[in-house]
């Protein structure tokens, strides 16, 4: 088994920069955490990818995105969290609803987000305020609207490709990759051009992967007449970071009125992290800790 890996490099005399995924296991742990439909994982693995993808183009180690598409369809919100290295977290409300394969034999991924909707990037860089883009869903098929925030929303003209292979019968992730292919400033139209004629070989990618080609060799094909320079490699996984210390400042935050209710009424509470499924237990003494915290530290009433 080929290990998950993304690559970084630069294309046409570095005219235009790309990044490239193989995320199979990423996409069968996020399929196995939250028991997730056939349609779910297609939708839920793209996303998951080109938020692994971003997270490993931002500068600094600290730094994290998040992307959350809101359709109209039964998805609910799809909700991604990416950090440092390509890990990356995420869940969809309604991980079990499922489709009927549309008429050319694919998932509806369409069907399953729903259209109007938006997409949602937010960069953490560790200033003051986060930076948050935003652009309308124009297929819901997820690549296609990625393509469309980095155009829109950064104004950097984008290729993006994002697919995930799963067995008919059971449903089992075989392939799943991306690629993201992006103008630097200056780009030359002819550089752009070369890279449009390899545009119909791009969507091979998944299926490459899910037949056990590795992602060095598709690119080095891919890429044959393009002056490919490769500049970084990272292992992306499906990692969660939750912890009972920030589900204390959680509690914590939601002032001494309520964590004293919460100790009167029930004299326990379990906390469940919508990411990876982890419940945290807070008993009667470890919740009457936490309000004499709130307390010395000036909590709120209200």
């Given at each position: ?28 742990d ?67 609803a ?7 034999g ?52 984008s ?5 995930v ?28 051009d070369?890279?449009?004629k ?12 899910a ?79 936490l309000l004499?915290?709130?307390?010395d530290?000036?909590g709120?009433?209200?």
């Amino acid at each position: 088994m080929n290990q998950d890996l993304i690559l970084h490099g630069m294309l046409c005399s570095c005219a235009l920069r790309f990044a490239a995924i193989d995320g199979t296991q990423l996409v069968r742990d996020a399929q196995k955490t939250h028991n997730l439909s056939r349609v779910a994982t297609a939708a839920l693995g793209r996303q998951l990818m080109m938020t692994s993808v971003i997270a490993t183009l931002c500068k600094n180690d600290t730094d994290t995105v998040s992307t959350v598409i809101a359709g109209s369809g039964p998805s609910g919100n799809l909700v991604c969290v990416g950090r440092s290295g390509g890990l990356v977290k995420g869940y969809a409300t309604n991980p079990d609803a499922e489709l009927p394969l549309r008429e050319d034999g694919k998932l509806d991924v369409r069907g399953y987000i729903g259209l109007p909707g938006k997409l949602t990037v937010i960069r953490d860089l560790g200033l003051k305020e986060p930076y948050v883009g935003m652009c309308n869903l124009i297929s819901g098929e997820i690549a296609e609207d990625f393509a469309q925030y980095f155009t829109a929303s950064e104004q950097q003209p984008s290729v993006v490709y994002l697919g995930v292979r799963e067995n008919a019968s059971d449903g089992y992730v075989t392939g799943a990759g991306g690629l993201l292919i992006q103008a630097m400033p200056n780009c030359p139209d002819e550089a752009i051009d070369r890279v449009m004629k390899i545009a119909d070989r791009i969507p091979a990618i998944g299926a490459r992967i899910a037949d056990g080609e590795a992602l060095e060799t598709i690119l080095k094909d891919l890429f044959s007449d393009l002056d490919a320079e490769y500049t970084n490699r990272y292992t992306p996984s499906f990692s969660c970071d939750c912890s009972r210390e920030r589900l204390e400042r959680a509690l914590i935050s939601i002032g001494k009125k309520e964590l004293k209710d919460l100790i009167d009424q029930d004299g326990k509470a379990e906390l469940t992290c919508q990411f990876c499924g982890k419940a945290y237990l807070f008993n009667r003494d470890a919740l009457e800790a936490l309000l004499i915290e709130a307390t010395d530290n000036g909590g709120t009433n209200v």
